[in-house]
């Protein structure tokens, strides 16, 4: 791959990182305010769906530079996600470590509860283990990130 393009892919990957971050560091706020009442609730809910959409993003940068295409189906949420913990032969290594694509994959069901639960009131129940699941996700997607790059650096030397 021209090394123009997988520098501008490097330069997006940690433009998109910086706003994972920054989606982090808003749940983490929201979290310690508690969830004591339904507003803290559906915020702290809100921003796990933002994490998992913005990894998704990340996601979607690396698919349409190597592959080109991201299909639209009604499963391409699913699809994209056991993409991108595969490799591509001699097209790019995996992105995601087995344990980064478990634990997104349980998020990605947590993003659908959340979009698609109109008038249902979030339970904290529902909230603790994925808190806990979207804090791993990120360490384990800041190492996938350094592993990626590292090979994308091989790749242009």
């Not at 998109?16 to 809910?45: M, Y």
């Not at 909230?127 to 997607?141: R, T």
């Amino acid at each position: 791959m021209e090394r123009e393009r997988l520098a501008g892919l490097t330069a997006e990957i940690k433009g998109q990182w910086r706003l994972i971050e920054k989606v982090s560091e808003r749940l983490q706020a929201r979290v310690e305010e508690g969830l004591d009442t339904p507003a803290q609730l559906d915020s702290v809910a809100y921003q796990i769906h933002n994490l998992y959409c913005s990894i998704e993003d990340l996601l979607k940068l690396i698919a349409n530079t190597f592959e080109n295409r991201i299909d639209t189906t009604g499963e391409w949420h699913r699809i994209l996600l056991l993409r991108l913990s595969q490799p591509v032969d001699g097209i790019r290594p995996a992105f995601l470590s087995d344990e980064s694509f478990d634990l997104l994959n349980q998020l990605r069901s947590f993003r659908h509860m959340f979009r698609h639960a109109y008038g249902t009131d979030i339970q904290p129940r529902q909230l603790e283990p994925n808190i806990d699941i979207a804090l791993q996700a990120l360490k384990l997607i800041s190492q996938d990130i350094r592993h990626f790059l590292e090979h994308l650096t091989e790749l242009t030397d």
